[in-house]
């Protein structure tokens, strides 16, 4: 079972703010940094953001990510129909010894 | 431009093997570490595991410690996964991802059902 948590889904009008949020504990979100992908089941996961806060090239700045001690959050302003997707959380676990991903947010369109 | 393509997926009885490749190509593969990563039907993704750039250290999800062994071959842009003793719930798309930290790039996925 997956050690972030994160809500099963979250929706919003085109032209909204979006926001998911991703909770962890000490031995992973509060000690190491935070990813999220964007994902189309089937289809190749794409990375959004790294390093808790960064975009990779050519991802729209409209996707945005921020940690705050053992929780992380990725922010999608201006919500378009194409941002329909699963969306999850990452990060390494050092009690683990490996990564984990959140149990995934699927985001719709209102 | 990086690009990760997985094969070996397939039709599997309980407990038997099966071994996944994934062919690099785009960047300089033993410069970085290397990802397993899968998703069960209806499931989410599930990290398996990393295998650092030179192939010295290595990390399995408890899930299939001691069954899967993921190795690499820099000389020629490969990776593998060795999956033994196979069971049911192993059943799953599985994809390889490059970079270590990140997991900045996948490939397509390739198929692995286990049933009788």
């Known amino acids: 079972q997956s050690v972030l948590t994160q809500p099963p889904s979250a929706s919003g009008t085109p032209g909204q703010r979006v926001t998911i949020s991703c909770s962890g504990s000490?031995?992973?979100?509060?000690?190491?940094?935070v990813n999220w992908y964007q994902h189309l089941p089937g289809t190749a996961p794409k990375l959004l953001i790294y390093?808790?806060?960064q975009r990779p090239s050519g991802v729209p700045d409209r996707f945005s990510g921020s940690k705050s001690g053992t929780s992380a959050s990725l922010a999608i302003s201006g919500f378009q129909s194409e941002d329909e997707a699963d969306y999850y959380c990452?990060?390494?676990?050092?009690?683990?010894?490996?990564?984990?991903f959140g149990t995934g947010t699927e985001v719709t369109v209102l | 431009q990086v690009h990760l393509v997985e094969s070996g997926g397939g039709v599997v009885q309980p407990g038997r093997s099966l071994r996944l490749s994934c062919a690099a190509s785009?960047?300089?593969?033993?410069?970085?570490?290397m990802h397993w990563v899968r998703q069960a039907p209806g499931k989410g993704l599930e990290w398996v595991a990393l295998?650092?750039?030179?192939?010295?250290?290595?990390y399995y999800a408890d899930s299939v410690k001691g069954r899967f062994t993921i190795s690499r071959d820099n000389s020629k842009n490969m990776l593998y996964l060795q999956m033994n003793s196979l069971r049911a719930e192993d059943t799953a798309l599985y994809y390889c991802?490059?970079?270590?930290?990140?997991?900045?790039?996948w490939g397509q996925g390739t198929l692995v059902t286990v049933s009788s």
């Open positions: 991802a490059k970079d270590r930290y990140n997991l900045d790039s």
């Open positions: 785009g960047f300089t593969f033993s410069s970085y570490g």
């Open positions: 295998i650092w750039y030179d192939g010295i250290d290595k």
């Open positions: 000490s031995s992973n979100i509060g000690s190491n940094t």
């Open positions: 390093s808790n806060n």
């Open positions: 990452a990060a390494w676990d050092d009690s683990l010894n490996g990564f984990v």
